[in-house]
């Protein structure tokens, strides 16, 4: 995203942190992540300590095959009350402020995004060496990715990205560390019988590129949490909207102020529709 975007005045928080129109009507697990989202509340997007491995998400039988993605980019907030949007703007380091500081969204702001997106339909994991390739390349709208490195059975939170030689500016290679995940499957009431699954994880991701002194690469980490809601609206179509809440790094000067709350998060609508 180019950091002119944010000059602009932001939407409210209940629409940026808006969950595919859920309510609290919805039957839902108490103090689980879809009660969590649904209160709209960025307090409710707070960065986990990085500890106890987990497993890969698995997705439930109605995600599983093949789909084509498209996602829209429906604004951001800047939640924190210690530390104005002002200083905020000038940290070239806050994940989505340069190109590739996120992956999953490589270019945050840009609109009508599509790509392939694959989840095994025997397994229900996702198919991330696949997925962040199509991702990354359709945001920066040329073939930037030369191969994502993943197992999900020797460690389902390492993933390597390695980009084409001399092609993008701001990386030449991702190393991806996840964390903290969870998931709810649930049915809304009053009429609401299709299902809707959430899903969460915390990233740290290193990123490296050419630096200011030859021979010496830049390295920037960020942090950041994927918060995703998916609603299926039939068989072959889905729908529903990404958070991705921005952390500070211990590293930056301004940490302390604001040390686990999201400084940005931004939003993304999206729909999915399944390959014949």
Known sequence: ????????????????????????????????LASRLVQRDPNQLKNKVFNIPHGPQVFPDWMRGSWQFQSKFSGYIFPSNKISRERLTKDF?????????????????????QYGMKIDPTTGCEDRAFNLKHAIDAYLGYPAVDRVIYDVRKNPNRISIDFNDYRT???????????????????????????????????????????????????????????????????????????????????????????VAPVVVYSNIFQATRDA
């Not at 806050?94 to 945050?108: E, H, L, M, N």
């Open 1 to 32: 995203m180019d950091r002119r975007h944010f000059v602009a005045t932001t939407a409210t928080a209940a629409s940026i942190l808006s969950s595919s129109g859920a309510s609290q009507s919805i039957a839902m697990e108490p103090n689980g």
């Open 169 to 259: 500016v701001n990386a030449e290679r991702i190393e991806l560390f996840c964390n903290a995940r969870e998931s709810e499957e649930y049915r809304g009431e009053g009429g609401e019988e299709r299902p809707i699954f959430v899903h969460s994880e915390y990233a740290r991701q290193v990123t490296f590129g050419t630096g200011s002194t030859y021979g010496v690469p830049r390295q920037v980490g960020t942090n950041y949490g994927l918060f995703w809601t998916w609603k299926q609206v039939s068989e072959n179509e889905l729908k529903g909207n990404l958070l991705v809440a921005a952390y500070l790094d211990p590293t930056d000067s301004l940490y302390f102020e604001e040390p």
């Open 93 to 113: 380091v806050i994940p989505g402020f340069q190109k590739c500081s996120i992956a999953q969204t490589a270019d945050v702001g840009k609109d009508n995004v």
